[in-house]
């Protein structure tokens, strides 16, 4: 039921004639409204409807903040020899090539190895003679007088070798850390005999395994890479890594930095980016004369995104050093173009909330937001926006979400400043936009 307060409350609220009109045109406004009390809020119906009835959705004027992209990515990669680099787990940002040739230089032609063709040795012996996980010592080698004047055949050449005293025993496990760790020769030829009879048997083997996983680049005349007919592209030793990498054997041995072992002694890896951006393995192999090589694997953590599953390779380097050098410099350059862009700040004005009875507000975010993203990979932006409960300055009428790549970041949009109520009168009089 209408209240003589609610007839003050819509007198006051009533426009207000022009003075100029007179106290006539006041009497005439007094009675209308005493007319309208007495017609529609005397059965106390139409005011009470008007008076609670749902309030029209305000009009929401914005433009959401677009964030521009983070700077593109510049992969550093050598000017000579050959480079490949794989890349997995970032596939969202990188693209679905990515674990093909991510990055690339100098062509897939085939080049010496090296001492790279000793992991091959390894997974070719564990083939045949398999071990039971990576401490699984495995079958005893008693190596021959044969095995031991390896040690001076190699010695004569210049080649890397390892102690094998005379009567020695080892374990196939500590054999092959040998073998990969110091790269000696004179156990990568022993190891070969003691699991195919002969070096010539091992070749003939490496060759049936090297076609059976589809590395038909891939040629291998003897079990150390000393010889240069030992060659292959960065397209199957990215293969051969990942091979190498699934083997729990192999992988733990490579990512030794050092090991200690009966007969031999200590020996150290000659992988020194071993722990260094993620490297996690797994060969070198140098010939001199600018035939240095590094088959590689990484685990690089590049923040927000995780960790990306890294092999590569690089054919042909100038030194050691210089070899190491570049796949750094690719390394660091791949995880130096993941960066964090800031996407919105709080307090930031993105519009207006406007009422159909004249009341308005400015609209801002709540907070700041920021994405991790790759290079320059573009940042979409979406704004929801609903009706407002309360109206109140500080109230959530919404959300800004940005995505770039599989990364989003959100904020939350509120009301600066208090949206007033419309007045009864307001209601009275506008019957067709109430709910």
Same mark, same amino acid.
């Given at each position: 039921?209408?209240?003589?307060?609610?007839?003050?409350?819509?007198?006051?609220?009533?426009?207000?004639?022009?003075?100029?009109?007179?106290?006539?045109?006041?009497?005439?406004?007094?009675?209308?409204?005493?007319?309208?009390?007495?017609?529609?809020?005397?059965?106390?119906?139409?005011?009470?409807?008007?008076?609670?009835?749902?309030?029209?959705?305000?009009?929401?004027?914005?433009?959401?903040?677009?964030?521009?992209?983070?700077?593109?990515?510049?992969?550093?990669?050598?000017?000579?020899?050959?480079?490949?680099?794989?890349?997995?787990?970032?596939?969202?940002?990188?693209?679905?090539?990515?674990?093909?040739?991510?990055?690339?230089?100098?062509?897939?032609?085939?080049?010496?190895?090296?001492?790279?063709?000793?992991?091959?040795?390894?997974?070719?012996?564990?083939?045949?003679?398999?071990?039971?996980?990576?401490?699984?010592?495995?079958?005893?080698?008693?190596?021959?007088?044969?095995?031991?004047?390896?040690?001076?055949?190699?010695?004569?050449?210049?080649?890397?070798?390892?102690?094998?005293?005379?009567?020695?025993?080892?374990?196939?496990?500590?054999?092959?850390?040998?073998?990969?760790?110091?790269?000696?020769?004179?156990?990568?030829?022993?190891?070969?005999?003691?699991?195919?009879?002969?070096?010539?048997?091992?070749?003939?083997?490496?060759?049936?395994?090297?076609?059976?996983?589809?590395?038909?680049?891939?040629?291998? !005349?003897?079990?150390? =890479?000393? /010889?240069?007919?030992?060659? +292959? %592209? @960065?397209?199957?030793?990215? *293969?051969?890594?990942?091979? #190498?990498?699934?083997?729990?054997?192999?992988?733990?041995?490579?990512?030794?930095?050092?090991?200690?072992?009966?007969?031999?002694?200590?020996?150290?890896?000659?992988?020194?980016?071993?722990?260094?951006?993620?490297?996690?393995?797994?060969?070198?192999?140098?010939?001199?004369?600018?035939?240095?090589?590094?088959?590689?694997?990484?685990?690089?953590?590049?923040?927000?995104?995780?960790?990306?599953?890294?092999?590569?390779?690089?054919?042909?380097?100038?030194?050691?050093?210089?070899?190491?050098?570049?796949?750094?410099?690719?390394?660091?350059?791949?995880?130096?173009?993941?960066?964090?862009?800031? !996407?919105?700040?709080? =307090?930031? /004005?993105?519009?207006?909330? +406007? %009422? @159909?009875?004249?009341?308005? *507000?400015?609209?801002?975010? #709540?907070?700041?937001?920021?994405?991790?993203?790759?290079?320059?990979?573009?940042?979409?932006?979406?704004?929801?926006?609903?009706?407002?409960?309360?109206?109140?300055?500080?109230?959530?009428?919404?959300?800004?979400?940005?995505?770039?790549?599989?990364?989003?970041?959100?904020?939350?949009?509120?009301?600066?400043?208090?949206?007033?109520?419309?007045?009864?009168?307001?209601?009275?009089?506008?019957?067709?936009?109430?709910?």
């Amino acid at each position: 039921m209408s209240t003589l307060a609610d007839f003050h409350e819509m007198l006051d609220d009533a426009p207000r004639e022009p003075q100029s009109n007179g106290r006539a045109g006041r009497i005439a406004l007094i009675v209308f409204l005493v007319m309208t009390f007495l017609v529609l809020g005397g059965s106390g119906g139409y005011v009470w409807w008007a008076s609670s009835a749902a309030l029209p959705a305000p009009t929401v004027t914005s433009q959401a903040p677009v964030a521009a992209p983070g700077p593109a990515a510049s992969l550093v990669l050598p000017s000579d020899g050959e480079m490949l680099m794989s890349v997995e787990g970032g596939e969202a940002y990188l693209g679905p090539d990515a674990a093909g040739a991510f990055a690339s230089s100098g062509g897939n032609d085939p080049r010496p190895i090296a001492s790279i063709a000793k992991l091959i040795t390894a997974l070719v012996i564990l083939d045949a003679h398999p071990l039971d996980g990576p401490t699984d010592p495995g079958p005893t080698i008693a190596f021959t007088e044969a095995d031991t004047d390896l040690y001076d055949q190699f010695y004569v050449q210049g080649a890397v070798i390892a102690k094998m005293p005379d009567g020695l025993t080892m374990s196939l496990h500590d054999s092959l850390a040998t073998m990969l760790l110091p790269s000696a020769a004179n156990y990568a030829v022993a190891n070969a005999r003691w699991a195919f009879g002969s070096e010539s048997a091992y070749v003939r083997a490496a060759r049936s395994w090297l076609s059976a996983n589809g590395l038909n680049d891939t040629r291998i !005349v003897d079990a150390t =890479g000393i /010889d240069d007919r030992n060659t +292959s %592209t @960065p397209t199957d030793l990215i *293969a051969l890594g990942r091979i #190498a990498a699934a083997n729990p054997v192999v992988a733990s041995i490579v990512g030794t930095s050092s090991i200690s072992v009966e007969g031999p002694g200590f020996i150290t890896n000659t992988n020194d980016l071993l722990g260094t951006l993620g490297i996690t393995g797994m060969k070198t192999g140098n010939l001199g004369d600018g035939t240095f090589n590094l088959l590689f694997t990484s685990t690089l953590d590049v923040g927000g995104e995780g960790s990306l599953n890294i092999i590569g390779v690089r054919l042909g380097g100038e030194t050691h050093d210089s070899t190491d050098a570049d796949v750094a410099r690719l390394l660091q350059s791949l995880h130096d173009g993941f960066h964090d862009v800031s !996407v919105g700040t709080a =307090g930031e /004005d993105i519009g207006t909330i +406007s %009422t @159909p009875w004249g009341s308005e *507000a400015a609209l801002v975010l #709540a907070k700041n937001a920021a994405l991790r993203t790759w290079s320059d990979t573009p940042v979409s932006v979406d704004l929801d926006t609903t009706t407002p409960q309360n109206y109140a300055d500080g109230e959530v009428v919404g959300t800004v979400t940005w995505t770039a790549g599989p990364q989003s970041a959100a904020s939350d949009v509120k009301i600066k400043g208090a949206i007033e109520e419309p007045t009864l009168w307001w209601r009275l009089t506008h019957p067709a936009e109430l709910g």
